[in-house]
């Protein structure tokens, strides 16, 4: 899994992921890799440029790093999205859980 961050903004992680798909097959790794990103700090945001998939255990994978993310009293956010995955985000109505944005830019300004 390739997963890279930097700090951008006031402290804010941002986790640049470039794989085509978040799916059963290498959710495994992408867990682990957050995990290790994510490990002492509260805020971050995923940028999703280069993802055009998501399956069921990719959502579950995204909703885990938002739930560590907030016991630390933190929060998780995403941008860059395709079409087709924000489409599944609205369907699976993901949206209103996450706070999602267009640009990097804009989300490592919404934690100001």
Not at 15 to 37: G, H, K, P, T, Y
Request: include cysteine.
């Amino acid at each position: 899994m390739e997963l890279s961050g930097r700090i951008e903004g006031t402290d804010v992680l941002v986790i640049e992921m470039r794989e085509d798909n978040l799916d059963a097959s290498n959710v495994r790794a992408f867990r682990d890799a957050m995990q290790s990103l994510m490990h002492e700090r509260t805020r971050f945001v995923l940028d999703m440029a280069g993802v055009k998939f998501v399956d069921s255990s990719g959502l579950g994978a995204l909703l885990s790093c938002l739930r560590q993310a907030n016991a630390s009293k933190g929060d998780f956010r995403l941008c860059e999205m395709s079409r087709t995955v924000r489409a599944l985000f609205e369907l699976m109505r993901m949206h209103r859980v996450f706070s999602i944005h267009e640009t990097r830019a804009e989300a490592v300004a919404s934690f100001m």
